[in-house]
């Protein structure tokens, strides 16, 4: 049966007779894993421990043992090609990694393992099987990455036609996503961090530009100019390459100002630092401190209507701060110009959010004029 060896994990038995993996990385805490090896949880916990010590990929060590021709072997090759680690954005990177490793760990009816098989014999319905009892939103998840896989497969000669065609994920409910940070939350925020604090700064700079996690925890001094930020967003890096400039607001301008210059002085440019004083090793690493403060601001989570639970987090600002900027008129350019979307399709919610209260309140106000 042919390994898949994972980076970072010793595997050893312990006193008592078990077999222990520790997830052990150079700087970082020791970390049993969860699960049975190759199982979903394990290969979860595996990669939100990778995500979380630096969110680097690993190698495959045991790329030379695959079999040529399957699709342990096809999987090495695409995480080894450029289509992948130049044409993916990390933060893509690491989820369809998950999903593919998960695909190679799945099971036919007889026991084996997809990845064991020849990549020619999967099918539709292998697919659909790896499919089958996962939410909507996961069933597309997954399939975007299979997709890839099998696109890849095809690309290199492997494969003639492309099994995932016809397939389509579940149509559940939309979901609403990161929960968007209303003024009661903001404020319970900044009571609990005040001026001075990274926990403050990193909140007034994801209001003031509305940016994603992975900008924030790079954006720093070198980006201002003539009293703006002026940055290009990674997620559009590979495509549009558009430059954003936004205007330093009073607020993240009074954030700025408060922070001690010591940081300056060791010579790191990023605002956002950890608790040593240098840059967050990834946006990942500055996203699980954000959900830490937001725990320290006691900001509990909260029930949706689509009866998922919810907590606040870095994402839900930048809602908050279209939301925000909808309210106070502004149109769905002017949206884009600050979002980096490049489609107004992306940013019409925020504004059929302010059409429908506008129109509900003339309504409202029309009723009571009724004589």
């Keep these: 049966m042919a390994e ?17 993996h520790v997830f052990r990385r150079k700087g970082h805490k020791r970390v049993t894993l969860k699960g049975r090896p190759g199982s979903q949880e ?10 979380k010590t630096g969110g680097t990929l690993p190698s495959e060590i045991g790329a030379s043992r695959t079999k040529a021709g399957t699709v342990n072997a096809l999987a090495v090759a695409l995480y080894q090609h450029d289509v992948f680690t130049k044409g993916l954005a990390k933060d893509t990177q690491a989820p369809w990694r998950r999903i593919i490793d998960h695909f190679r760990q799945f099971k036919t009816p007889s026991g084996r393992l997809y990845g064991e098989n020849n990549i020619s014999t999967i099918q539709k319905k292998s697919i659909v099987a790896f499919l089958e009892g996962k939410t909507a939103n996961a069933q597309k998840n997954n399939l975007k990455a299979i997709r890839f896989l099998i696109k890849f497969a095809i690309s290199q000669g492997q494969l003639a036609h492309d099994p995932t065609e016809g ?21 319970q925020y900044r009571q609990r961090h005040q001026l001075g604090t990274v926990a403050r700064l990193a909140l007034e700079l994801l209001l003031n530009i509305a940016a994603r996690r992975h900008d924030a925890h790079e954006i720093g001094h070198q980006h ?38 010591d940081t300056r002085a060791a010579g790191v440019l990023t605002f956002l630092v950890n608790d040593y ?11 699980n401190k954000f959900a830490d403060w937001c725990v320290a601001a006691d900001l509990k989570p909260v029930l949706c209507d689509d009866g998922r639970v919810r ?36 940013v019409q919610e925020y504004i059929n959010e302010v059409d429908q209260e506008q129109a509900a309140e003339a309504a409202m106000t029309k009723l009571s004029l009724k004589p």
């Design 167 to 187: 397939i389509e994920a579940l149509k559940g409910a939309k979901s609403h996503g990161h929960m968007t940070w209303m003024e009661p939350q903001i404020a």
């Design 224 to 261: 201002i100019k003539s009293g703006k930020l002026s940055w290009r967003p990674h997620k559009t890096l590979r495509t549009t390459g558009k430059m954003l400039s936004i205007r330093i607001m009073p607020d993240l301008q009074a954030a700025l100002d408060a922070m001690p210059q």
């Design 311 to 346: 907590n606040y987090r870095a994402h839900g600002l930048r809602k908050a701060a279209l939301r925000a900027l909808a309210h106070a008129g502004a149109t769905g350019v002017e949206l884009m110009a600050i979002s980096g979307h490049s489609s107004l399709d992306q």
């Design 4 to 20: 898949i060896k994972l980076e970072y994990i010793n595997t050893f038995i312990d006193s008592r007779g078990k077999r222990r």
């Design 42 to 51: 394990f290969m979860d916990h595996y990669h939100q421990l990778l995500e």
């Design 277 to 287: 004083g240098r840059p967050f090793a990834s946006a990942a690493a500055f996203g």
